[in-house]
């Protein structure tokens, strides 16, 4: 059987900063982010679909709109996040690594993915995070 993949990409806005970045990612910024989601299934559904695209939305898509959309990630170990955090307690989000784009898709495969795609018999297989129109990465 051939390999079948349902894909869907979402647009969300949010900032971020690379703490240690050598040049201007070190500083406070955001971008309009792009991630496009690559969902995979052993068989087909009775109607014929991986996933239906309205369950992408639901489950990964609107993990990023609750979760990350115009909030700001700041590593838990960069000396600005307690300071971040107390200025700004709901829009400031305190992650585990620091948000590269590379770090951020790794998450969105590695923990996102299999949290929000339990019991549907479909696996996250990759994410194509686009920072700018010229640059993204692609995690799988």
Request: aromatic share 8%.
């Amino acid at each position: 059987m051939n390999k079948i993949q349902a894909i869907r990409y979402h647009d969300i806005s949010m900032g971020h900063r690379v703490y240690g970045h050598e040049s201007k990612c070190a500083h406070l910024h955001g971008h309009n982010y792009r991630v496009h989601f690559t969902v995979e299934g052993d068989q087909l559904d009775a109607i014929g679909r991986v996933l239906d695209f309205s369950d992408i939305k639901s489950k990964l898509c609107m993990w990023l709109e609750d979760n990350w959309d115009h909030k700001f990630l700041v590593w838990s170990e960069d000396p600005f996040a307690l300071t971040l955090t107390e200025l700004d307690p709901t829009g400031v989000v305190l992650v585990d690594f620091n948000p590269t784009a590379e770090n951020m898709g790794q998450y969105i495969i590695n923990t996102v993915g299999p949290l929000q795609l339990t019991g549907t018999g479909c696996r996250l297989v990759s994410v194509q995070l686009d920072e700018t129109r010229k640059c993204s990465v692609s995690c799988s």
